[in-house]
């Protein structure tokens, strides 16, 4: 029988491997942030929790499906921006949002309401310290103080237009660090809110601050209306932010406080978004988000911008105004659009993500925030580690008593194995956001076992076939053609069971699934272009061939005697 195809070329295959793991380190070494090493998760880094306390616009208690559907829309948030290593889980009535590393930014972001509706502007006056100045702007639905926000204006068939509006000038909302947006979640750890007046409990405070926003700064009444416009202050917290009712007027800010709206009642509701996507607009040099509305929503944007040409329609996210372009022209088709502000490219791209997969039926307040130290993780990696190394100690150990020489390849395999496992999380890391944690550890330690294993079913076929009589040389290549079969059903029943547990399973335990399912495939990649074609090679040596050398005397003998024994019951047959 003559050596199987795929090990014909023992040094081509070789170079293959070569090649691939030149291709994976200089991706590391020389592309992206050149950094060597693998993102951490938060049980071996340190992170950050942060705690998050539903409010309801009635101060009741929420229910465990709103509180389920929030878990779930944060996580599909979560699983859009990578794997990340982040955990949300559902603890009483609040949800717990762990993130890796030192910033609990991600961790707040992922938590915003994301209710986004498209009102149009009554009126607008400039915040000066965050309150309404003395002057108002005179036209209706018009930009203030001479301003000129984005304008609105699409091509015929839909698409965004790549040159900007002939007769306005884009003035982006920026965001200055010393006049940070009152949003749910503080820039700084939060601190424990005053004891609430007359003895009422946090959810009852909660339910008053609301209604006594909605009934100032929801009114229908136009006096009402005003003295709404020069009271609010766009630096406090809003107690209304997610809790807006879309059917009636709304005096809000501008997320970066420079500007005070008075916006009508909703015309367009955020579930009408089919898709939201990221992008940078070349001509204007800025970031945007461009949405896509589905039929219902399509239909109603066309009749809002035939309706409000020349005025300004605002976009606001969590009862606050991200963008109020002017609609040049009108009524726009195909159902496109952009969201235009000061973004930038990773703020777009979390905005677009949030919108894309949905509000929250809930929102939240922070409650807690903390960091989470790492020093029990880093403890735990080093024992973890060390129990690793001393199973691959023992393993090698007993290949080479077992093997002999043989047992140096299955340990060069091994170490080629490692070495490409290691290069391929940190560029996932780096491409993907995934972070490798003491679950996803252990996934790689037992994935990498299960390749010593390999070695075994090969070489036990190898004995298997000598013990037919055949030489170590015409041995191996035979055994190699056996072996293959059974390993490639092992190995497929193994990442079977690693892509129904990562689909099954939550938090850490993916990241076990995550990596066993990688060290699986790349054990049928070692095996096929360095343990296969090491054998093969050693087969051609007269040194490997030595009884002394691969271990397979006393085989040889066991072959020799049975010989001998259909020799002599032939012999006793005639």
Known sequence: MPPSQGSAHPLRLLGVYAVLLAVIYA?????????????????????????????????????????RRAQTIIENRVNGLGVSGSEVVIDGDNLVITVPGDDGGQAKALATTAKLYIRPVLSAVPAVGGKASAQTSGT?????????????????????????????????????????????????????????PG???????????????????QSTDQTVQQAAMAALDCNKSDPLTGNDDPNLPLVT???????????DKSRIDGQEIKNATSGLNQQQARHEVNLEFKSGGSDAWASLTGEYINKRVAFVLDSKVVSAPVVQSGPQQGGRTTISGSFTAASAKELANTLKYGSLPLSFQTSEAETVSATLGLSSLRAGLLA???????????????????????????????????GIIVLLGRWIG??????????????????????VVFFERIKDEMREGRSFRSAVPRGWQRAQRTNLSGKTVSLIASVVLYILAAGQVKGFAFTLGITTVLDVIVLYLVTAPLMMLASRSSF???????????????????????????????
């Open 253 to 263: 800010c501008s997320t970066d406080g420079k500007e005070i709206f008075l916006l």
């Open 544 to 574: 490997w061939a030595k009884p002394s050398v691969n271990g397979l005397g006393a085989i040889q003998v066991v072959a020799r005697e049975r010989r001998a024994g259909e020799a002599l019951v032939k012999e006793t047959a005639r």
């Open 388 to 422: 690793g190394a001393i199973g691959l100690a023992v393993v090698l150990l007993y290949c080479l008593l077992y093997y002999r020489m043989l047992g140096f390849l299955a340990g060069f395999s091994l170490i080629a194995s490692g070495v490409a496992v290691y």
């Open 199 to 217: 003895g009422l409990t946090p959810q009852e405070q909660a339910k008053k601050e609301i209604a006594d926003a909605k009934a100032t700064r």
């Open 140 to 196: 209706e639905g018009m930009a203030p103080s001479g301003t000129v926000p984005d304008a609105i204006q699409l091509n015929p068939d839909g698409t965004v237009p790549t040159q900007p509006a002939p007769t306005t000038e884009a003035a982006p909302t920026t965001e200055p660090e010393s006049a940070p947006q009152p949003r749910v979640f503080p820039a700084q750890a939060p601190t424990p809110p005053p004891a609430p």
């Open 27 to 67: 991706l590391v070494f020389f592309a992206g942030d050149h950094s060597s090493t693998p993102k951490l998760g938060i049980d071996l880094q340190g992170g950050t929790r942060v705690t998050l306390t539903a409010r309801t616009p009635d101060g009741s208690k929420p229910s465990q499906d709103s509180l």
């Open 434 to 455: 995934f972070t490798l944690d003491l679950a996803g550890i252990a996934g790689l330690i037992i994935g990498i076992g299960l390749t010593a294993d390999s070695f």
